[in-house]
């Protein structure tokens, strides 16, 4: 997908890619997603297709954002290190700390990469789950899936707060900031179209969002 092509020698994620959903409807919506974004046209690209299935839709995109926030961060993790970030953090203001709420209950402090490293972790096992995110063609989806994608979508938020703060200028001599201000646009008007990140949750990078959503 020539949008988001970010160049073989960046081709490493920080975890391996996952897969959308299995089922001709999972695939189906993964063509969907290409063709839009292959216009150009984010706005677009981000809206519910007629006649298909919410939930279905946020599950395809849920596994797209967690494949571009992967080789995002892949690209960066010689440089975001337990010295350079000692914290998860966005900015002065801002810290993040983990709780998963199952291994992990009490939140706790822990440097950047090791933050995303029990992020994504996280939110792999949410994706493998198939009673969270069915493989298979009409079959149901959880009570609570919305507030689980919710979740997610909070956490990789977090991710992009903490680059844009601390690492863009290391984006920027890699050559790779057009590349992630597209993703982190089609991110925002994603979250922003089906009101996944509270207003208070995006205040560490307020101001891009703001010009992305022109408010």
Same mark, same amino acid.
């Given at each position: 997908?020539s949008?988001?092509?970010?160049?073989?020698?960046?081709?490493?994620?920080?975890?391996?890619?996952?897969s959308?959903?299995?089922?001709?409807?999972?695939?189906?919506l993964?063509?969907h997603?290409?063709?839009?974004?292959?216009?150009?046209?984010?706005?677009?690209?981000?809206?519910?297709?007629?006649?298909?299935d919410?939930?279905?839709?946020?599950?395809?995109?849920?596994v797209?954002?967690?494949?571009?926030?992967?080789?995002?961060?892949?690209? *960066?993790? /010689?440089?975001?290190?337990?010295?350079? !970030?000692?914290?998860?953090?966005?900015?002065p203001?801002? #810290?993040? &700390?983990?709780?998963d709420?199952?291994?992990?209950?009490?939140?706790?402090e822990?440097?950047?990469?090791?933050?995303?490293?029990?992020?994504?972790?996280?939110i792999?096992?949410?994706?493998?789950?198939?009673?969270?995110?069915?493989?298979?063609?009409?079959?149901?989806?959880?009570?609570?899936?919305?507030?689980?994608?919710?979740?997610?979508?909070?956490?990789?938020f977090?991710?992009?707060?903490h680059?844009?703060?601390?690492?863009f200028?290391?984006?920027?001599? *890699?050559? /790779?900031?057009?590349?992630?201000?597209? !993703?982190?646009?089609?991110?925002?008007?994603?979250?922003w #179209?089906? &009101?996944?990140?509270?207003?208070?949750e995006?205040?560490?990078?307020?101001?891009?969002?703001?010009?992305?959503?022109?408010?």
């Amino acid at each position: 997908m020539s949008l988001f092509g970010i160049g073989s020698r960046n081709q490493r994620t920080f975890r391996p890619k996952k897969s959308a959903p299995s089922g001709s409807k999972g695939a189906q919506l993964k063509k969907h997603i290409d063709a839009t974004l292959g216009s150009g046209n984010l706005r677009e690209a981000v809206r519910l297709p007629p006649g298909e299935d919410l939930h279905e839709w946020l599950a395809v995109n849920t596994v797209d954002f967690f494949n571009q926030v992967n080789i995002l961060y892949g690209t *960066l993790t /010689e440089f975001c290190t337990q010295s350079s !970030c000692p914290t998860m953090s966005a900015g002065p203001k801002y #810290e993040y &700390r983990w709780a998963d709420g199952v291994n992990i209950k009490k939140p706790i402090e822990v440097s950047a990469p090791k933050y995303v490293d029990y992020l994504m972790g996280w939110i792999e096992t949410q994706l493998d789950d198939e009673s969270i995110f069915p493989q298979n063609l009409g079959a149901p989806f959880p009570f609570n899936f919305q507030d689980v994608v919710k979740t997610i979508f909070k956490r990789l938020f977090r991710v992009y707060a903490h680059i844009y703060h601390s690492h863009f200028q290391k984006i920027i001599s *890699l050559k /790779e900031e057009a590349h992630m201000n597209t !993703c982190f646009k089609h991110f925002v008007l994603f979250t922003w #179209e089906f &009101r996944l990140i509270d207003k208070s949750e995006l205040a560490p990078l307020y101001e891009l969002v703001e010009s992305i959503l022109q408010l």
